[in-house]
């Protein structure tokens, strides 16, 4: 199955988190609970420097839900414009590509 593409924007300085649903073909949400997840933040999608790592957590109460987020802190230290990003899932010994798509900062005013 191909990644979804969402593109996000990202407040510097500011917590950061995107809920996010997966349902399977029929609109029914996929068993996740014993899956592990990892999502980056790079320059490109070739890129070798991690420009981000954000937490990612399970939602035990609500099926297929998961949410990814940074804390102000993590924001305050991005130092570029743009990026790309991407969320894997592994489950059951396989790994999928969940969702992908560009990455803007805007800057903060207030410090």
């Known amino acids: 199955m191909p990644a979804a593409s969402y593109d996000i924007t990202i407040e510097r300085g500011a917590d950061y988190s995107l809920p996010l649903v997966f349902k399977d073909g029929n609109g029914t949400p996929l068993n996740i609970i014993a899956a592990t997840f990892k999502a980056q933040i790079r320059e490109a999608a070739e890129g070798n ?10 939602d035990g109460e ?6 990814i987020s940074l804390t102000g802190s993590q924001t305050a230290d991005l130092d570029f414009a ?21 990455v803007t900062i805007t800057p903060t005013v207030t410090r």
Request: proline letters at 3%.
């Open 49 to 58: 420097v991690i420009l981000a790592t954000f937490t990612v957590t399970v």
């Open 62 to 67: 609500t099926p297929g839900r998961v949410v």
């Open 82 to 102: 743009s990026g790309v990003y991407d969320l894997f899932m592994s489950n059951a010994g396989i790994s999928y590509r969940m969702v992908a798509g560009n």
